[in-house]
């Protein structure tokens, strides 16, 4: 599977050939960086990878990635009180510039999926006494 811009796929040494993972790894470290991401939302395999101690850099991203072009999806969890479109583009754009700037392919879209928000642990605690009717 070639994954890598044409000019660079073939080398007098060989050839040069980007996984799938090393862009949703590029790709989860982009997003993170954002600030107003509390992290990363990812399926059941990333939590049993958490569980047996590993970090796995990769959690809520797919891609999509062909010989010349990427397209991405990452699945996040906001900050509470954050602006959600703005964080939303930003991660767009951090994306999209470190892959094309890492591995010489198009990205032809990111896709973000809010999965949650994240609250602080005094602001819970505050709301969730608010709401207690009987005393």
């Excluded at 080398?11 to 993170?32: C, F």
């Excluded at 990635?65 to 930003?90: C, L, T």
Aim: charged share 30%; proline share 2%; net charge negative.
């Amino acid at each position: 599977m070639e994954t890598i811009a044409p000019d660079y796929e073939r080398t007098e040494m060989g050839t040069i050939e980007i996984a799938p993972e090393v862009i949703e790894v590029i790709a989860g470290l982009a997003t993170v960086e954002i600030d107003g991401v509390a992290g990363m939302s990812g399926g059941l395999s990333s939590g049993i990878a958490e569980l047996l101690g590993r970090k796995n850099l990769s959690k809520g991203v797919k891609v999509e990635v062909g010989q010349r072009e990427a397209a991405v999806d990452v699945s996040i969890i906001v900050q509470y009180g954050r602006r959600i479109p703005e964080i939303s583009m930003e991660i767009q754009r951090n994306v999209k510039r470190s892959i094309e700037t890492m591995t010489g392919l198009n990205v032809v879209e990111v896709n973000v999926h809010i999965h949650d928000v994240h609250f602080k642990a005094g602001e819970k605690a505050e709301e969730d006494e608010t709401n207690v009717r009987v005393r």
